[in-house]
């Protein structure tokens, strides 16, 4: 049975800094894996989506990458802002199509 | 990217009554659907996939006489919440997967929270 992990479940880091939050899933024959945004009460934005195949993404200040063999993903923030406070989630896409969450990481950038 | 709108965004309803929540793909076509279930400060619970035309598969723990999930076209799925109680208040989201590659991204609906009072 897939498991996806976010470490840490919660961080805090001052305006500016750049940071690191991590995703691991136990099973990795997976199709793709995404990251999301989710504002407190609010539904799910997509930020990136990699295939199985690719190794990274990048989005503005974002790059999220795949190591599918050890079953780990990172997405890394530069450049933090105070708008970036949100919940970030992992999901991976397994062979059955279901699509398997973490359980999130808390991010709050101070001003 | 492809829109999913979900429908109402928030609805309180009396226990014992029963609640419609839709979901629609608004420029492209869903052969499935997923519904999906959120605490407080927890993670999405998949609760069931439907399929366009055929009866939806349902995780297990999730009962699939309470909550009723309709995928009658390629655009629209609806997650009737029956005789609702308290318990069932909850974040409802659902998922729409494009139908046009085999690998496609899941594209999420703004969610329903539902109230059960």
């Known amino acids: 049975k897939q498991e996806v992990t976010q470490i840490p479940a919660a961080l805090s880091v001052p305006e500016g800094e750049n940071l690191v939050l991590n995703c691991s899933f136990t099973?990795?024959?997976?199709?793709?894996l995404q990251w999301f945004r989710q504002d407190p009460g609010k539904g799910l934005t997509s930020l990136l989506l990699?295939?199985?195949?690719?190794r990274e993404q990048t989005s503005g200040r974002l790059n999220a990458s795949l190591d599918k063999s050890s079953g780990r993903s990172t997405l890394y923030i530069a450049a933090s802002q105070p708008g970036d406070s949100a919940t970030y989630l992992c999901?991976?896409?397994?062979?059955?199509?279901?699509?398997?969450f973490g359980k999130g990481t808390r991010l709050h950038i101070l001003p | 990217g492809a829109v999913v709108s979900q429908h109402p965004s928030w609805v309180i309803c009396k226990s014992g009554t029963s609640v419609k929540i839709e979901c629609r793909s608004l420029?492209?076509?869903?052969?499935?659907m997923f519904w999906y279930r959120q605490f407080p400060k927890q993670s999405l619970m998949l609760m069931a996939t439907?399929?366009?035309?055929?009866?939806?598969?349902?995780e297990q723990g999730v009962e699939k006489d309470k909550f009723l999930i309709n995928h009658a076209s390629l655009t629209l799925s609806t997650l009737t919440v029956t005789s609702a109680h308290p318990e069932d208040s909850s974040f409802y989201i659902c998922?729409?997967?494009?139908?046009?590659?085999?690998?496609?991204?899941?594209?999420f609906g703004q969610g329903t929270r539902l109230t059960v009072v």
């Open positions: 998922s729409a997967r494009a139908v046009w590659t085999a690998n496609t991204e899941a594209f």
């Open positions: 099973d990795s024959a997976i199709y793709n």
């Open positions: 990699i295939q199985s195949s690719q």
């Open positions: 999901a991976v896409v397994n062979r059955d199509d279901k699509i398997i």
């Open positions: 420029d492209f076509q869903a052969t499935t």
């Open positions: 439907s399929n366009e035309g055929s009866k939806a598969t349902y």
